[in-house]
């Protein structure tokens, strides 16, 4: 089973940058599409961002397109959110899923469709 540990998250103020990491332990990503949600509070948990196992195939909710880029290292277990130009409306908890799949390139949005999830990280954008 996967256990998955976010970090990297902080307060950062309006226009800034920071990357929030996601690792794995107690097994391989090789075959886990990966993805990232946020919640901010008072509002429902929303898909941010996701990639497929292979790296090959990633997909961006429209709100972070252009600013929020997903990346994976799979010999190091670990997947990453840059995020640039943030916004206020970009503080959230942000955490991380797993789910396994055969499919090398496909990537998932939904939250149901993820097996694994992390504890989040808060990130926090200031004017």
């Known amino acids: 089973q996967v256990q998955l540990v976010e970090s990297g998250g902080g307060l950062v103020q309006a226009g800034g940058s920071l990357r929030v990491s996601c690792a794995a332990s107690?097994?391989?990503?090789?075959?886990?599409?990966m993805g990232w949600f946020r919640q901010a509070p008072g509002n429902e948990r929303e898909f941010v961002a996701a990639?497929?196992?292979?790296?090959?195939?990633?997909y961006y909710t429209d709100s972070v397109k252009g600013r929020f880029t997903i990346s994976r290292d799979n010999a190091k277990n670990t997947v990453y959110l840059q995020m640039n130009s943030l916004k206020l409306e970009d503080t959230a908890v942000y955490y991380c899923?797993?789910?396994?799949?055969?499919?090398?390139?496909?990537?998932?949005?939904?939250?149901?469709?993820?097996?694994?999830w992390g504890q989040g990280t808060q990130v926090t954008v200031s004017s």
């Open positions: 899923a797993a789910t396994r799949t055969l499919d090398y390139r496909r990537t998932y949005y939904r939250a149901d469709e993820y097996s694994y």
């Open positions: 107690g097994g391989t990503l090789g075959s886990y599409a």
């Open positions: 990639i497929s196992w292979s790296g090959g195939s990633t």
